[in-house]
Structure formats: structure tokens, C-alpha cells
């Protein structure tokens, strides 16, 4: 039953909306603008925990979403890029047309770079180089460049001629190596070298350069002795002519091989007595 007061008039019991319970206290209401305040700092903090959660790897950046509940219904926004500070603009995609053709031009190049390798390996194999070889390498294989090419002289008396002219004048060392060598056979190359007391035909010339004492008649000394040259195999002896001013180089045997050319194919001592040169127009 409700108590009865002292002005005699029935009381409420505590806690009913005419008196709050004994003991407590009415909340305080917020204004507007109190609310969103308190709200926009709620927020703010919810982000910076996001962020945070982001950068230590424990929540995805695109799939998981913060489980807050933001006021309003919209999450944060991300901050913006600092003042002054220019934003890249997004990448084109490249066309599709133009994707394909460069797949077809890549293509292309890639045939064309194998038609050539294929090319070059095919043509050292026909044409092989003597590239990487040495001198004294090169002239006992022979050179075998007469076969091809115009290297050798078409008169068998200039073929002898330039031996000695060779020999005598001042050449760079290698190359004179690779003009005498290489006017003879590979059999003559030993015959050469043995004849003259040398162990090949590369050591034997530089050494032969060595004993000229004078260039000029030792150039000059060979000369043809007859205008009739034979179709076959030719010596040509080097007693035949008075040698001054280097040594005697023995006798040369030539035959006549591709485009005319005059190969040296055999090498002696000079005879003794030597015999009589030839004659005729």
C-alpha cells in the first residue's frame, strides 16, 4: 500500500517516474553539438586503430573491414595526399590491337635472329676462319686460301721473286711469315725448313730476314729467264743468279694450280754443278 504523507495524501514507492530511486542520479543530457563532437573523436580513434592494425600486417588492406560501427553509416575517409603534392595519374591500358601486333612483331624478330644465327653457323662451317690461330698454326695447315681466292702470282718466276723479295724487306714479322709460307704447299713448307736447316717454315724466315745484309740486289736478283712458261711443273733454281747480300734460298718447284696461279710444291738445295737455265722467247 502507498504510505500515507504527514499532509495525509498517498506517496509513490521509490523508483517510479514521479521520484527516481533513492540514491541515484539523473543522467546528463548532451546537446547537438556535444554529440557530434563526441562522435567524430570516436570515430577519429577507430581509424587510427585500423591504420595501425594495417600496418602490422594483422588486417588485409582490401578484403577484411574494421568491425566498428561508425556513426552515421560510413566508414573514415583516408587521409589525403599532403598539400602541395602532385598525385600520379592511373596507367593507360595499352589497346588490345596493339597488344597482338606486338606479340606478332616480337615474333618476327625472334625468326629472323635464329635465320641469321642458323645462317652464321652454316657459313663457318663451309667457310671456316683461321681466326684465333697463330701465325706458325695458320702456314703449316697449308693456308688453303689459293682455292678461293687470288692470292698467289700467276708468273712462276714473279712466285720466286717474291720470295726473296719478301724475305728481304722490311715486313712486320707475322706478315711476312704468311707471305712466304703460304706461297708453298704444306710439303714444301717442311722441305723449305729442312733444306735450310730450320725445324719449320715459320722459324726459317724470320731467321733467313736476319742474314740479309743488302736489301736492294738481294730484292732485285731473280728475273725470268725465258718468256716461255710451261704448262706443267717448273724449278726454278737459284744458282742461276748471282745472289748478293742475303743467302742462296735453294731451288723452288712450281706447278701451275687454280685460276692460273703458281703454287711452290717442292724445295731442294741447289745442285751442284747447277744446271743450265732455259732459253727461248
Not at 706461297?183 to 735450310?196: C, G
Request: aromatic share 8%; net charge neutral.
Amino acid at each position: 500500500m502507498a504510505e500515507q504523507r504527514d499532509d495525509g495524501k498517498p506517496g509513490s514507492e521509490p523508483g517510479t517516474d514521479i521520484e527516481p530511486k533513492a540514491g541515484g542520479q539523473p543522467a546528463p543530457r548532451l546537446d547537438e553539438e556535444q554529440l557530434r563532437q563526441f562522435q567524430q573523436f570516436q570515430q577519429f580513434q577507430d581509424y587510427l586503430k585500423f591504420t595501425e592494425a594495417q600496418q602490422q600486417g594483422l588486417v588485409p588492406s582490401q578484403t577484411t573491414q574494421p568491425a566498428t560501427q561508425y556513426y552515421g553509416g560510413q566508414p573514415p575517409a583516408p587521409p589525403g595526399p599532403p598539400p602541395g603534392e602532385l598525385v600520379p595519374a592511373p596507367r593507360p591500358r595499352m589497346p588490345r590491337w596493339l597488344r597482338r601486333l606486338g606479340g606478332k612483331l616480337l615474333a618476327w624478330i625472334i625468326v629472323i635472329l635464329l635465320i641469321c644465327i642458323g645462317a652464321t653457323i652454316a657459313y663457318r662451317q663451309i667457310f671456316p676462319s683461321d681466326a684465333g690461330e697463330d701465325t706458325a698454326t695458320f702456314v703449316q695447315g697449308g693456308g688453303g686460301k689459293h682455292r678461293t681466292n687470288q692470292v698467289l702470282s700467276t708468273n712462276p718466276w714473279e712466285a720466286v721473286r717474291a720470295i726473296y723479295d719478301t724475305i728481304g724487306k722490311p715486313y712486320p714479322p707475322a706478315t711476312r711469315v704468311e707471305k712466304v709460307c703460304l706461297s708453298m704447299s704444306e710439303q714444301a713448307q717442311a722441305q723449305f725448313a729442312r733444306d735450310l736447316g730450320y725445324p719449320d717454315c715459320a722459324t726459317a724466315v724470320p731467321a733467313l730476314n736476319a742474314k740479309v745484309t743488302d736489301i736492294t740486289p738481294y730484292i732485285y736478283a731473280v728475273r725470268p729467264m725465258s718468256s716461255v712458261v710451261p704448262r706443267q711443273n717448273l724449278t726454278i733454281h737459284s744458282c742461276w743468279y748471282n745472289i748478293r747480300g742475303g743467302p742462296l734460298l735453294g731451288s723452288f718447284t712450281l706447278q701451275e694450280v687454280e685460276m692460273g696461279q703458281w703454287l711452290i710444291t717442292g724445295h731442294a738445295n741447289s745442285p751442284t754443278p747447277c744446271p743450265a737455265p732455259p732459253t727461248g722467247n
